[in-house]
């Protein structure tokens, strides 16, 4: 039972366009949300994260935003640069489950154009 | 400096042997995990440490066993090793107990064969 998907297993956008990342998930009791980001051969790497108080959190290029009543958040990579290219996982815990527990997406590979 | 660092990166061996792999974190953080990525690049928690506690075991085989002999180390010693054992392996910390910062810092990975 996948609790976070990303249903888009990769995208493809022009450099200094905007990248839309997404992820679903299906478990209510989820409150922190954390996007990262894979290079081949690399272990993934922290980009950003959102509590489930926020609806949305910056950083730099990067945003999150968040909607918990339609269980999805989204990240939104602007403008988007060559070395953004890289699989982005999207991954959720909850307290109750003890935040330690991070649930993975299967995630998206993100192709920049120059 | 290597924040957490995995050794080997590599490790090929053939079914029914015993390996280990040894995970090294000099971020200051409590806790400690183990994940495995599998074929389909889905990325799963095994096991997790606090101040060199157990407290996350997911469903894994008893052929898996971590051991924390202090909370800047994590090895995972894996036993009778199976075809399906083959996988990524990422070892990763962080310092949620203390800060309740969820962010978790990951080792490069150690890609297992088993052949």
């Known amino acids: 039972d996948q609790q976070v998907k990303q249903n888009s297993p990769s995208l493809s956008v022009q450099e200094g366009r905007i990248s839309i990342l997404n992820c679903d998930y299906t478990n209510s009791m989820f409150d922190y949300f954390l996007w990262y980001k894979k290079y081949p051969a690399e272990g993934p790497t922290f980009l950003i994260s959102i509590s489930s108080i926020k609806d949305k959190n910056e950083d730099g290029r990067f945003t999150v935003f968040l909607n918990k009543s339609a269980k999805h958040l989204s990240l939104h990579i602007v403008p988007s640069q060559p070395g953004d290219s890289a699989v982005y996982f999207c991954a959720a815990s909850a307290k109750s489950f003890g935040n330690e527990k991070l649930t993975f997406g299967t995630g998206t590979r993100l192709t920049i154009i120059p | 400096d290597t924040a957490v660092s995995q050794t080997p990166k590599y490790l090929v061996t053939q079914m029914g042997n015993d390996k280990s792999i040894k995970c090294e974190q000099n971020l200051g953080h409590d806790t400690m995990y183990w994940y495995k990525q599998d074929s389909k690049k889905f990325l799963k928690i095994m096991f997790s440490y606090n101040n060199k506690e157990l407290i996350i075991n997911e469903t894994v085989p008893n052929r898996f066993s971590p051991k924390s002999p202090d909370k800047a180390h994590l090895n995972l010693h894996i036993n009778s090793l199976e075809l399906g054992d083959s996988a990524v392996y990422f070892c990763?910390?962080?310092?949620?107990?203390?800060?309740?910062?969820?962010?978790?810092?990951f080792g490069p990975g150690t890609r297992l064969t088993v052949t």
């Open positions: 990763a910390s962080s310092l949620s107990r203390v800060t309740g910062v969820y962010e978790q810092y």
